[in-house]
């Protein structure tokens, strides 16, 4: 019986080396997912036009004229808003008592006219601005059109005045600085 058993033995034994050697299943890899990135998120400015002027210096007679037409609650409100700010130096250009006069409680329409004319409803940017030759009229928030363009040499132009700086943007819109008061014409 020993032999037997030993003869079974050698047999699955022998048996075992010549079968064939098992090949193991292929290991299949998940296919590699792609993590979604994130796009960054442009924060918005946190200050209205409103808070931006009133923070710079060179608006102060701005801020003044605007708080003087009883604007500032307006242009601090949800807009969106293109404004075209004169700087101090502007209004220091305008002929001479004309600013004060301008203060003057009982010239709050004219003075309304006249810093609305500086706004134009919705935000524009200086790369939207058209060309010269495009010929386009901007209409402002007083009811009355400006001569906004791009100039050739690359300048943006708001009727004579120059916009000095371009697109400070603002929660509420954008602010364009210029170097002249833009006064509505005569036929206007």
């Known amino acids: 019986m020993k032999l037997y058993l030993l003869a079974a033995a050698a047999s699955a034994l022998t048996l075992a080396a ?42 102060s007679t701005l801020v003044a004229a605007v708080q003087a037409a009883g604007l500032a609650e307006t242009l601090s409100g949800p807009g969106p808003f293109t404004v075209f700010a004169p700087t101090n130096a502007a209004f220091a250009a305008l002929p001479e008592g004309t600013l004060d006069s301008l203060l003057l409680p009982e010239n709050k329409d004219q003075l309304t006219q006249i810093l609305t004319y500086h706004v134009v409803a919705g935000k524009v940017m200086a790369a939207d601005v058209p060309s010269a030759d495009a010929g386009v009229a901007t ?50």
């Not at 292929?26 to 918005?44: D, M, R, S």
């Open 18 to 59: 010549c079968a064939p050697a098992e090949t193991p299943a292929p290991v299949v890899e998940p296919p590699a997912v792609e993590e979604p990135v994130a796009e960054p998120v442009a924060e918005a400015p946190a200050q209205t036009i409103v808070d931006i002027a009133a923070g710079n210096p060179d608006f």
């Open 139 to 188: 209409s402002t928030v007083a009811g009355l059109d400006l001569s906004v363009r791009a100039e050739a040499d690359g300048s943006v132009k708001v009727n004579d005045a120059t916009v000095t700086t371009a697109d400070i943007e603002a929660s509420n819109g954008v602010i364009h600085v210029i170097d002249t008061v833009v006064l509505p014409r005569p036929a206007e």
